[in-house]
């Protein structure tokens, strides 16, 4: 099921949103759903990434995040 839902933009974000719409040849709607997916994704990472260090801290692991990075990666 879709919902539509009314958001107000201040004058220039909504100029970038028009733009980057035609640059990428997507609707309005389209960028916007990725946006939130890509804000979703980002918020949820976080968190994990803050209970993931604080857990690793109680052990005595104490990492920096690009020594973090340079092990997963």
């Given at each position: ?19 980057n719409s035609k640059k990428e040849n997507a609707n ?46």
């Amino acid at each position: 099921m879709r919902n539509s839902v009314s958001i107000s933009l201040p004058d220039a974000i909504l100029r970038k949103l028009k733009d980057n719409s035609k640059k990428e040849n997507a609707n309005i709607s389209e960028v916007v759903r990725k946006a939130l997916k890509d804000y979703f994704f980002k918020t949820e990472f976080d968190e994990l990434r803050k209970k993931a260090m604080l857990e690793a801290a109680k052990r005595g692991i104490v990492l920096s995040e690009d020594e973090i990075l340079e092990k997963i990666s």
